[in-house]
């Protein structure tokens, strides 16, 4: 989204008007006007042609401005989606379907609101009384993309989707003799629901009257057959579901202690989340055998479906292939169970929505179980064995401390169950802390909803230019107002920025100015451009890669925080890229990341300007880190993740990946450009373990014990 600076000054003198503000607000074409959508800030016009010379067209609505609904009523959630074209421009006239995501179900995903139309911007609003969790389907000839979204942490959400590969879906459904099977529905999920459906015909062939994102996944289901679940990524290609009568599970159950078979043990069979695949449970017979014919092909995570018994080693899978059978034995102890409460610590009232993490520290080192406070803040977890155990809690209210990272666990308890022990009251009082308020605002007052807001304190004297002690970020909400939390008694710095516009840098603020008077951010429109372009293996082959591009020097002070994840087809787009040279830093998704010397650049970027076509190439050049993960007795752990990240002091950005270890307790990180590394648990605070190795080691980490005071060295 690109505007001149003519138009700049016609849209600044607009907004004097009030009769101008609230009529700009119309121009966010749903299907009806939505409640309050009076305060939803100016869009700046698109380019219809993605040059530098381009002039937007498109004014302000005349219309007569709507009475003011009542604030009282105003649904309080907004969301707002800018549809682009894979070279940067705007998809006018996109249908935007909004979908209800409900967990374990599969026929959840209905149109949750009315379809939305993109207008001339590629723009759509809607406003929502509910947090959801959704996903966001936008769909344009054959081109399509999906995010998810829900407002747990912001009122306001921004999505910008790039439309990619998509295609009207069509194929056949058959039996093992490739015979087709009439009367099976077929469903393409988004992200685990159901967006798209058919049925097949007396022949077996099914066509989808939609076109839909790609990759899809592809779930059948017939009558007298375990579904199907495929992978379609070819557009034009036919799609094939072909029915088997799957695989079976022979599980024998034994008592742990006695070796005596467990009689009417329930067993259960739990698919990978968004797998599209059904859960499977069975009983034990008198000899302690689980039979569970017609299962689909595919990994399940076995679990006990009995508060009483638990599986001795949780988290155990098993795998499950067409037309043949799995055996397995299974020992089972008394099930323990762990409950406590989630609570606001000056009211004592429950905090829903928390999400709580019981993690088995036995010999599986998983997490166990995952349950989710209720409104009364309460949570348990049943079928555990006995062992160690941490419990922590993530996905915190903001103003209880969960604001730096939606996913960082805030609390931690540690315990030990003994077999079969009822261990309730785990507590975890949480206190509100006193917000650093403020608000972001357009030239002219019109109020910034969904801005983020970038608050942190100088590092001082002696630090790198740019470096910062602490630092945080935060969103806007409908109104435009903000709250920091955990602010540092010290001087602070702030900047808001919201797509194409930027607030200058506040501060630094001392303890005392931020209380003298209230903080505003005025947005302003920054000069900016588009960058585009592909990633492609050694091979010259698109892959999936996360991209990052950076103005030369470090030069932060300009804002850029320029990040993708590409998909099959390789592409990333940045809009409003702040002017500048630019070098990029990119990998293959779980591998490493090699620097922008593998690519012709630095890329020049003039204001205004798009540069398309920047290829970027993986070289086998790169350097590799190996090694294993081991608990603190020793043992090997599979499917342990690990953050691994570039250790580059003086510049403002990077290189990042992920790692996890393979069943051996291996991990591999290839393609890495020579330099100092940082490892440390995924997602996790950095505190509890992390270390610095050089790219081309081979390397043991050997995890603290759960006691210990001090990180490893």
């Known amino acids: ?66 009475v003011p609904p009542d604030p009282d009523m105003t649904p309080p959630y907004l969301l707002r989606v800018r549809a682009l074209m894979p070279d940067g421009g705007p998809a006018e006239g ?23 139309e993109a207008d001339m911007n590629g723009e759509a609003v809607h406003r929502f009384a509910d947090p959801g969790p959704f996903i966001a389907w936008c ?87 375990p579904p199907v679940v495929i992978e379609h990524t070819e557009p034009g290609a036919e799609a094939v579901l072909r029915f088997t009568r799957g695989g079976q599970l022979l599980a024998t159950v034994l008592d742990r202690d006695s070796g005596a078979p467990a ?44 508060p009483a018994r638990a599986l001795s080693n949780p988290g155990a899978s098993v795998a499950i292939v067409d037309g043949e059978t799995a055996r397995i034995e299974i020992l089972v102890e008394p099930g323990g169970r762990i409950g406590g409460r989630v609570f606001d610590e000056q009211t004592g009232a429950g905090i829903s929505g928390v999400q709580v993490l019981v993690t088995y520290l036995g010999d599986t080192g998983r997490t166990v179980a995952a349950p989710v406070t209720g409104s009364g803040g309460d949570f348990e977890a049943a079928s555990l064995p006995a062992g160690p155990y941490t419990v922590g809690i993530k996905n915190v209210p903001p103003r209880y401390g969960g604001q730096t990272h939606e996913h960082a666990i805030v609390e931690t308890r540690e315990l030990a169950l003994e077999p079969g022990e009822q261990k309730g009251g785990i507590f975890f009082p949480l206190r509100a802390r006193t917000p650093l308020e403020g608000r972001v605002e357009f030239t002219g007052g019109l ?48 900047r808001a920025q919201w797509r194409g516009f930027a607030s200058d840098v506040l501060g630094p603020l001392s303890p005392a100015a931020r209380q003298q008077s209230e903080i505003v951010l005025t947005l302003e429109e920054q000069p900016t451009g588009t960058l585009a372009g592909q990633v492609l293996d050694a091979d010259g082959q698109p892959v999936r890669a996360h991209v990052r591009a950076a103005i030369t020097g470090g030069q932060t002070g300009s804002g850029a925080r320029l990040a993708a994840t590409t998909g099959a087809d390789g592409r990333f787009l940045f809009t409003e890229a702040p002017a500048g040279e630019y070098e990029f830093l990119y990998g293959a998704r779980r591998s490493g990341l ?18 398309t076509g920047i290829t970027l190439h993986l070289t086998r050049d790169g350097l590799a880190l190996t090694g294993v993960v081991r608990n603190s007795q020793g043992e090997l752990l599979p499917n342990y993740m690990i953050d691994v990240e570039g250790w580059v002091e003086e510049e403002g950005f990077r290189p990042f990946s992920t790692a996890i270890t393979d069943d051996a307790g291996r991990f591999i990180v290839e393609n890495l450009a020579e330099g100092e590394y940082q490892l440390r648990p995924y997602g996790s605070n950095p505190g509890n373990w992390r270390m610095r190795v050089m790219a081309g080691e081979e390397i043991e980490i050997v995890l603290p014990d759960a006691a210990a005071q001090d990180p490893p060295p």
């Open 1 to 66: 989204m690109r505007s001149r600076n003519k138009n700049l000054v016609l849209f600044v003198g607009l907004l004097a008007a009030i009769a101008a503000i609230l009529a700009l607000s119309l121009q966010f074409p749903t299907s009806e006007p939505a409640p309050g959508d009076t305060d939803i800030p100016p869009t700046a016009s698109a380019t219809p042609e993605m040059t530098p010379d381009a002039t937007p067209d498109g004014a302000p609505s005349e219309e007569a401005p709507p």
């Open 139 to 225: 769909v344009l000839d054959s081109h399509a993309a999906e995010a998810r979204f829900d407002f747990r942490r912001n009122a306001a959400v921004h999505l910008d989707l790039v439309l990619g590969l998509a295609a009207r879906v069509a194929g056949r459904t058959v039996d093992a003799a490739g015979r087709g099977l009439p009367d099976v529905r077929v469903d393409g999920l988004l992200r685990g629901e159901t967006a798209e459906s058919a049925v097949s015909d007396g022949s077996g062939r099914f066509a989808f009257s939609r076109a839909v994102p790609l990759p899809v996944r592809l779930r059948g289901e017939a009558e007298g057959y």
């Open 447 to 494: 109020p910034a909803p969904g801005a983020t807001v970038s608050a942190s304190v100088p590092a001082g004297v002696g630090a790198p230019p740019g470096a910062v002690s602490w630092a945080v970020e935060t969103v806007s909400g409908p109104d435009g107002r903000f709250a920091l939390y955990d602010v540092p008694e010290k001087p602070l710095t702030l």
């Open 263 to 306: 009689g009417a043990f329930p067993l259960g069979l739990r698919p990978a989340v968004n797998s599209g695949l059904p859960a499977y449970a069975g009983v034990a017979d008198r000899a302690g055998v689980v039979r569970i014919d017609t299962i689909a092909a595919g990994t399940y995570t076995l679990h006990a479906n009995d």
């Open 594 to 611: 090699v620097d922008y010397s593998h690519s012709d650049g630095p890329y020049a970027l003039n204001p205004g300007q798009t540069l």
């Open 94 to 116: 996109a249908a935007i379907h909004v979908l209800r995501a409900l967990a374990d179900s599969a026929d959840s995903g209905a149109d949750a609101v009315p379809v939305l």
